[in-house]
């Protein structure tokens, strides 16, 4: 249990500081552009890209940005140190389910985005759900 925590930990935390990184130096734009150009060669879909974002959306996304690279950094630590920063699970899972909870609420508010962060929004309601399993799992004592 505590290798596959640490491993997700560190996969999401490399994720999550790189793709900050990209949206404060190449934008938002740029950013969600390669994704969504990805994920259709991937999928051999062709949904309507998003486009050019407006400035005021870009200034906010590269605002929270360094946030989410911030959380990265958090799981990167926690993946380090497993098992003893296992209390670290439960708010971390929390917050990147609330990420999903957004995302979803946007769905509903303003349409459907690119398929791709469809696709984000489900790892985003599912893996903290399995980051929970296994921290309940790890946090029993041994008989």
């Known amino acids: 249990m505590i290798a596959t925590l640490r491993l997700l930990h560190a996969l999401l935390g490399i994720a999550a500081v790189a793709i900050s990184l990209s949206i404060i130096i190449l934008g938002p734009s740029m950013t969600a552009a390669t994704f ?13 890209h998003t486009g050019a974002w407006p400035a005021t959306m870009d200034s906010e996304l590269r605002f929270y940005a360094p946030l989410w690279g911030a959380y990265g950094l958090v799981l990167l ?29 946007s769905w509903l508010a303003v349409g459907a985005p690119h398929p791709f962060f469809l696709l984000l929004m489900v790892i985003e309601l599912v893996l903290p759900l399995v980051f929970l399993a296994l921290w309940q799992a790890a946090d029993k004592p041994a008989s």
Do not use: K, N
């Open 36 to 48: 969504e150009g990805l994920f259709d060669t991937l999928t051999g879909t062709t949904p309507p």
């Open 77 to 105: 630590h926690i993946a380090r140190r497993l098992p003893a920063t296992l209390g670290w699970i439960p708010p971390t899972a929390a917050l990147f389910f609330l990420g999903g909870i957004g995302r979803a609420i």
